[in-house]
């Protein structure tokens, strides 16, 4: 089945720790985006890329960053710089990304909590 | 900064058809609506999404307004699986992106 696939379900970093989620999908889309989500609110974007080697800031980027060396993979680090980083994170990929009749297709996410 | 306005909540009747409005007045003239819902802890799921015209699908149907400025997602026989929350969503902020509200949390009674 093609989709989105997150890595781990449920995630522990300690203080200090730099931690990776990791996000593959075999749908051959070119774009992939993360967000993040707090109980009880939207999602917030992180980050998002339209192009191998190639990414953008999104809303919320600072304390985070990624890579996208491959089309089908796009972790997602979350440093030390970031100070709460408790929260649901959420990958999703677009075929072509930026066009307008495009539907967002979603990882299961990964539940990152600091010990 | 969310362009969409939606009730934080709703019941429906199981076997009910389920009435979601969303309030999109900003919309500009080419951008899409869209519909998604999420259970928790789960990714958000798409159900629909449209223009100017009504559509349906398997799952809903989307009724959007003559000058667009809302619209309302219609699942025709609610079950207890339909209990999500579901965002109406559309293209914003500086970079075009889809952006999520708080979405409204519809709870589907037996």
């Known amino acids: 089945d093609g989709g989105i696939t997150q890595s781990p379900k449920y995630l522990f970093r300690k203080e200090g720790q730099n931690v990776t989620l990791s996000c593959e999908q075999n749908?051959?889309?070119?774009?992939m985006y993360w967000y993040r989500q707090d109980p009880g609110q939207g999602l917030r974007l992180i980050y998002y890329s339209q192009i191998v080697n190639d990414f953008q800031k999104g809303d919320i980027a600072e304390g985070y960053s990624v890579s996208r060396e491959k089309k089908e993979s796009f972790p997602l680090t979350v440093t030390s710089a970031q100070k709460n980083p408790t929260a649901f994170y959420l990958c999703a990929s677009t075929q072509r990304g930026g066009a307008r009749n495009e539907k967002l297709f979603f990882g299961s996410g990964t539940q990152l909590s600091v010990l | 900064d969310a362009k969409t306005t939606q009730p934080p909540s709703m019941d429906c009747a199981e076997g009910r058809a389920a009435n979601l409005p969303c309030n999109h007045s900003t919309i500009s003239g080419n951008e899409y609506v869209y519909w998604y819902r999420q259970i928790h802890s789960q990714g958000p799921q798409y159900i629909i999404h449209?223009?100017?015209n009504n559509e349906t699908n398997e799952m809903a149907s989307l009724i959007i307004t003559e000058d667009r400025k809302s619209s309302t997602l219609i699942l025709p026989h609610a079950t207890l699986r339909d209990t999500a929350v579901y965002y109406c969503?559309?293209?914003?902020?500086?970079?075009?992106?889809?952006?999520f509200g708080k979405g409204t949390k519809l709870s589907v009674k037996p």
């Open positions: 749908l051959n889309h070119d774009a």
């Open positions: 969503i559309v293209r914003g902020g500086s970079q075009g992106n889809l952006i």
């Open positions: 449209g223009l100017k």
